[in-house]
């Protein structure tokens, strides 16, 4: 079994370290989405979930997304090289070499420890959070002064990073190069951080972070969707879920006449599909059902290994790669949604919610819901509280 760690939600309402002294909800009402925020110490002592050797070998596998960028500034010709893991052995320059940065994008789905680092901002919402890339740079290192269509915390972990900051007034990239760096970046604010500090950026500020000799820093992403394409994804689950249209439901036109344009579409055909789609997305359970199948979809990337069933009166505890969610009327977990209601739907919301059950609440769920947990545990989704 993989160890996995039972976190304990964080107190919305008291003053943490971690947001400079603010509560999680002075912090979004005063931060969140409208102005940066920098935070002296906001993990003191903190660690690398990972490595420096530990992280080179994530970057070889063919399952983890890394990327590595290199900055020459006496190539005119080729000032920024960008290449895409997996890294052969030894295939990384040397952290001796200045100018380097290595890029591992979900570090939380393969380190325990960064899963754990992450859920220390589960104040915010889990459709929201999206995952924890970790920035490995030699001295001098960055990706050039860019920006991001999210909300991102910038925790730096080992050694020092001097940051610049300003308002995205400009938003033109240099061309020819294979990452979008803004070609006319204005700073208006510098801060180096050393370990511990981290810096909030709501969407659109423009950044650029150099490294101060050899250091790591977490970037905490955001998903921030694009309308267009994530309705086209949840339009597409409400279809693939459409039952079979019954005979009443097909279109009929016993009134058309006979016509001398047959090239034109039909008035009553267009009305019909209006009609059809109305109907369709009109259905606010089935619209919520198709929302949250989307938002715990699991990456393409993702896979589990296979666990065992459950002994009874033990607790239960997510892997850190499930996704679990819930609305009213459903529970989530990785791309599934369960009808749920009553006293089971009370301690799936709870499981959802703690990540973890415990053993007397497992005990409390009925025969089929605990027969789902069985399920989830043979494919690998839950584990056995130990």
């Known amino acids: 079994m993989i160890a996995q760690a039972t976190i304990p939600p964080m107190q919305i309402t008291t003053e943490q370290a971690l947001l400079g002294g603010l509560s999680a909800q002075a912090f979004m009402q005063r931060h969140w989405q409208k102005k940066p925020l920098l935070i002296r110490q906001a993990i003191p002592g903190v660690a690398p979930p990972v490595s420096r050797a530990a992280l080179f070998a994530l970057a070889e596998r063919d ?180 039952e079979m249209p019954a005979a009443d439901t097909l279109y009929r036109d016993p009134q058309q006449t006979a016509t001398a344009t047959p090239a034109q579409i039909p008035d009553a055909l267009r009305e019909f599909t209006a009609d059809a789609l109305a109907r369709l997305v009109g259905e606010p359970r089935a619209t919520a059902c198709a929302l949250g199948e989307v938002l715990t979809d699991l990456k393409a990337d993702v896979w589990f290994d296979a666990g065992s069933a459950l002994r009874h009166h033990v607790g239960v505890v997510l892997d850190r790669r499930t996704r679990m969610m819930y609305d009213r009327w459903h529970v989530f977990i990785n791309g599934e949604s369960f009808v749920a209601a009553g006293r089971d739907a009370t301690l799936m919301r709870r499981l959802a919610d703690a990540r973890s059950l415990s053993a007397s609440n497992a005990a409390a769920l009925s025969a089929q819901a605990w027969a789902l947990l069985n399920q989830w545990a043979r494919v690998g989704w839950l584990h056995a509280d130990r």
């Open 63 to 242: 399952d983890v997304e890394s990327r590595l960028v290199v900055h020459d500034e006496g190539n005119e010709l080729r000032p920024w090289r960008l290449r895409h893991g997996p890294f052969g052995p030894r295939s990384l320059p040397s952290p001796k070499r200045p100018g380097w940065t290595l890029l591992v994008q979900g570090l939380d789905l393969h380190v325990q420890a960064a899963h754990e680092l992450l859920a220390r901002f589960r104040f915010v919402p889990d459709a929201r959070l999206d995952d924890l890339m970790l920035s490995y740079a030699s001295h001098g290192g960055g990706v050039g002064p860019h920006f991001d269509s999210y909300d991102v915390f910038l925790l730096q972990v080992h050694g020092r990073r001097r940051w610049r900051i300003g308002r995205l007034k400009d938003p033109e990239l240099q061309p020819g190069v294979p990452l979008k760096i803004l070609a006319n970046f204005r700073a208006e604010q510098e801060w180096l951080l050393e370990a511990g500090d981290m810096l909030y950026l709501p969407p659109r500020w423009a950044h650029d972070g150099v490294a101060d000799g050899e250091c790591m820093t977490c970037s905490i992403g955001f998903r921030a969707p694009e309308r267009a394409r994530f309705g086209s994804e949840v339009l597409q689950r409400m279809l693939d879920a459409a």
